[in-house]
């Protein structure tokens, strides 16, 4: 059987891009703990110093991958992007957990 791949969504350019970025893979790596695949698009910011895109690209990649996912993590913290991935994972049916321990009961949904 596959794991299930879950979207890390959080902030991002509030307050610090890198440690979001960090929160992220954190997250990630707590996820790939409990059996699952995560999906981390904060790794975009590397990409994007090498080759710059507007937001809007971005934002619309992340949901092309997240429409892939069979969850969505969403971290804390205030985000603009975060919270529309929230509402697209449900307009889609993708399960929303709002921490890694939720992940333990994915079964009991």
Known sequence: MKPLK???AGPYAKP?????????????EEIIKL????????LTHLWHLV???EPDFWYSYDLEWLEC?????RLPGESWG???????AK???????????????VGEY
């Open 6 to 8: 879950v979207y890390v």
């Open 16 to 28: 610090d891009p890198v440690i979001n970025t960090r929160n992220a893979i954190l997250a990630g």
């Open 35 to 42: 059996g699952y695949l995560p999906f981390v698009p904060h």
């Open 51 to 53: 080759e710059p895109h």
């Open 69 to 73: 996912c069979d969850i969505l993590l």
């Open 82 to 88: 975060a919270d529309r991935e929230v509402e697209f």
């Open 91 to 105: 307009e889609h049916g993708i399960q929303v957990i709002f921490s890694t321990t939720q992940l333990e009961l």
